[in-house]
């Protein structure tokens, strides 16, 4: 069974920043994608960054020049490095990874951006 596993959440000042770790097990493929989503209170979920198996990436507008995507793929794993935070920036953040058809979610990290 596959499992996503994040962390490094947190609360941090403007300006800040934080960085997220997410690691899969449970799983002998190497998924197809892996990224990062975001969800704030009121609002609907949102890519913020996603990385191909081929080291292609995308990053949502609000993030360009802010946040870096990188994986491992021998080790399954996915970060995302966040540099000048912004209060706007707060949610919970949710590792995804997409393999064989399917889209797996971890169960989200809360990332807090306040002075």
């Known amino acids: 069974q596959v499992q996503l596993e994040e962390s490094g959440g947190g609360s941090v000042r403007p300006g800040g920043s934080l960085r997220l770790f997410c690691e899969a097990s449970?799983?002998?493929?190497?998924?197809?994608?892996m990224g990062w989503y975001r969800q704030a209170p009121g609002k609907e979920r949102e890519m913020v960054a996603s990385?191909?198996?081929?080291?292609?990436?995308n990053y949502a507008d609000f993030v360009k020049g802010r946040f870096t995507i990188s994986r491992d793929n021998v080790q399954n794993t996915v970060t995302l490095q966040m540099n000048s935070l912004k209060p706007e920036d707060t949610a919970v953040y949710y590792c995804?990874?997409?393999?064989?058809?399917?889209?797996?979610w971890g169960q989200g990290t809360q990332v807090t951006v306040s002075s």
């Open positions: 449970g799983t002998n493929f190497r998924f197809t994608a």
């Open positions: 990385i191909i198996s081929i080291g292609n990436k």
């Open positions: 995804m990874a997409k393999g064989r058809g399917r889209d797996y």
